[in-house]
């Protein structure tokens, strides 16, 4: 016998009355017709209302149409066999490989781990991306949120990272998992098939909700990427976790906010989002077991990096890389904005050794003084400046372009090989660069390069 009747349908939200047992929260219930509409009890209404998310299409559905509660949470397919797949939230095949062979299922909503459980180690995990390895230094088990507005290379700078750390690392014990949330399907199939021919997917898991999909499955498809790198780390692998675009699950949730009527706070935004970006980020956190390490890419509406949606992500961050739309324009990729990037918490002398943090603030420093000597050398030129000026402008100059680098993921369209350089050689090569050793060499021949020597 059915447990509950459809009252009304408002997008994907669909009110559903309960007059005998009442669901719980997260369970999934399903709609009486042929096919079944599987949904997901969201929250209460009314003490027998509840609002349920529709997964997949509500076209079919109508007000008195019987619902069954199956009394079992959403799961989605876990473990090997999800390796080099590209999947939804439902677990379906998105890759024309075929079903997906696995009896093993994560859970979508589970608590997060103990706080005794939850390791506090710090280990550099080196991308050999020179920039963010010396700036923003991600540690093992960290997240790092790469900020930037439209079109300023968030995700092939997260691609690159994903190749690198894969291609450069492959152990047994070393997994990623990707999760697509709210962009462009072409961005997917360009990251499916760059993993495919650099021989990085069979150590990937790729977990799709497009942008043209409905708010309900772009919102739990970070979720279902989450509880894959879960069971990953409970068989004790390592996991590198991405995530493109955070973003766009803030964001379908305010989409859900607003379909069930909720008061939305001053910016504008849901009143859930800060326990929302919560639950998510509390689970991502490494444990005795093995570790999970974070990279986020968030969108930055108009550039506005006060956007509500942009500061809810913040405090739960340990490295921020900023990109520039200024720097983009001039051609310097990656676009990264260091002043605005080098406030970072593991960029401590316990995390990344004495040499490499007063490299770190050298570097900073000189960056920031020729920062304020642009616009002067922008007016009148740079023989109005000291000499003293002049050579640190000059330097400050190489250095922003030994910041660029070539990557392995767009070598066709550039036609540049990637480069991958040590942790180690970028902090010696900076500490030249402020010393002096390559005062002789003009600013032009740094571009784009990968260690320093290469100048001579």
Do not use: W
């Amino acid at each position: 016998m059915a447990d509950g009747i459809i009252k009304s349908i408002r997008d994907q939200i669909v009110e559903v009355e309960f007059l005998g047992e009442k669901p719980l929260t997260n369970e999934v219930v399903e709609a009486q017709i042929k096919p079944l509409v599987r949904m997901i009890v969201y929250r209460s209404y009314t003490p027998t209302i509840f609002y349920c998310l529709a997964i997949g299409g509500t076209n079919r559905l109508s007000r008195g149409i019987k619902v069954t509660n199956t009394h079992k949470p959403l799961s989605i397919p876990v473990g090997d066999k999800v390796l080099g797949r590209v999947m939804d939230v439902l677990g379906e095949p998105k890759d024309g490989l075929g079903p997906i062979d696995s009896k093993d299922l994560g859970l979508i909503y589970r608590p997060a781990p103990e706080f005794s459980q939850i390791s506090t180690k710090r280990e550099i995990l080196e991308l050999g991306i020179k920039v963010i390895d010396m700036f923003s230094p991600v540690v093992k088990g960290g997240k790092v949120g790469i900020f930037g507005g439209a079109g300023v290379g968030k995700t092939i700078l997260l691609t690159e990272i994903l190749h690198n750390v894969v291609m450069m690392a492959k152990q047994d014990h070393n997994v990623s998992v990707f999760a697509g949330v709210g962009e462009r399907t072409r961005e997917g199939q360009e990251l499916y098939e760059t993993l495919k021919n650099s021989k990085a997917l069979p150590h990937v898991s790729l977990v799709f909700g497009q942008m043209g999909e409905n708010p309900a499955i772009r919102f739990l498809t970070a979720y279902g990427a989450l509880a894959v790198a879960e069971n990953f780390r409970s068989r004790k692998k390592d996991v590198l976790f991405f995530i493109d675009n955070i973003f766009r699950f803030a964001q379908a949730g305010n989409e859900l906010s607003m379909l069930t009527n909720t008061i939305p706070s001053e910016d504008g935004y849901q009143a859930t989002l800060e326990s929302e970006l919560a639950d998510f980020h509390e689970r991502l956190v490494s444990t005795d077991e093995a570790a999970i390490t974070s990279v986020e890419a968030i969108y930055v509406p108009n550039d506005d990096f006060l956007d509500g949606g942009v500061k809810a992500i913040f405090p739960y961050l340990d490295s921020t890389v900023v990109l520039s739309r200024k720097i983009y324009q001039r051609g310097l990729m990656p676009a990264v904005d260091v002043l605005s990037s080098g406030y970072s918490g593991t960029l401590n002398p316990a995390t990344v050794g004495e040499k490499h943090y007063k490299t770190a603030l050298g570097a900073i420093g000189m960056l920031k003084r020729a920062a304020e000597l642009d616009r002067v050398v922008s007016l009148v030129g740079i023989s109005e400046l000291s000499p003293a000026d002049q050579i640190l402008y000059l330097r400050a100059n190489k250095l922003t372009n030994y910041m660029t680098q070539s990557f392995f993921v767009v070598e066709n369209q550039t036609g540049r090989p990637g480069k991958h350089v040590p942790r180690e050689k970028t902090v010696n090569d900076v500490a030249d660069i402020l010393d002096g050793r390559y005062d002789d060499v003009p600013e032009e021949k740094f571009l784009f390069i990968g260690e320093a020597g290469e100048v001579r």
